[in-house]
């Protein structure tokens, strides 16, 4: 596809999803997720592990607000790459700090089926960090858990089961920087 009909595909695809949450109701969510999160952890001196794409905005704005000493790492790992049906989980990039002994806070955008955060969960364990925690903006609420008994430490917002994009989250690699929370229009997904 040439630019122009890639720039007017996705101005359609935004121009008819569904704001679910604006900016300033997700900036509300990472305040009170920051609020508890300096309560908990500032004893910690934790590695946050932010998992990347998705996991961009989402931590980027919840670390100016975190309070405490803390280390900043990132990890790659992606089953959906562009789609909006997951697959198998493809690592890109390893953490780089050594997590044995380290308290891991781990900082993502959405928790959908979960295949990504427990499979991320077990290699941090493998490595023998003391303590893992985890943080998702989004948690989708279906019945198609890898783990339905998993609860992540810290949710943001509960989400029903629809693809969404924005604040990290994209819709075939784009709309990763929409302002706010948005649900494909079913004609598009
Ligand atoms: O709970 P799950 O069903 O496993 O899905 C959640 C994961 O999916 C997204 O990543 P994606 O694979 O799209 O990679 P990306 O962050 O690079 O877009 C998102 O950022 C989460 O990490
Ligand atoms: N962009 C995006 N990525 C996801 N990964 C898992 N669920 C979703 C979703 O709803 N939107």
Redesign the pocket.
Same mark, same amino acid.
């Given at each position: 596809m040439k630019d122009k009909e890639i720039i007017e595909t996705i101005n359609d695809v935004f121009k008819s999803a569904d704001c679910l949450y604006t900016q300033q109701e997700v900036e509300q969510a990472i305040n009170q997720m920051a609020y508890q999160i300096n309560h908990d952890l500032a004893e910690a001196n934790p590695v946050v592990l932010s998992?990347?794409? $998705? $996991?961009l905005v989402f931590a980027g704005q919840l670390l100016t607000k975190l309070t405490f000493p803390l280390n900043i790492d990132y990890c790659?790992?992606? &089953?959906? &790459? $562009?789609k909006t049906q $997951?697959g198998e989980?493809h690592w890109k990039a390893l953490p780089q700090y050594e997590l044995l002994d380290r308290n891991v806070l781990v900082v993502?955008?959405?928790?959908? *089926?979960?295949?990504?955060?427990m499979a991320i969960l077990n290699a941090i364990k493998a490595q023998g960090a003391r303590s893992v925690k985890t943080a998702v903006l989004l948690d989708k609420k279906h019945d198609r858990k890898?783990n339905p008994t998993y609860q992540a430490d810290y949710v943001g917002i509960e989400i029903p089961d629809r693809y969404v994009f924005g604040y990290?989250?994209?819709f075939n *690699?784009y709309l990763r920087n929409a302002p706010g929370i948005y649900a494909v229009a079913s004609k598009d997904n």
């Open positions: 998992i990347m794409n $998705g $996991g790659h790992a992606t &089953r959906y &790459r $562009g $997951g989980l993502d955008d959405i928790l959908d *089926e979960g295949h990504t955060l890898a990290g989250m994209d *690699e």
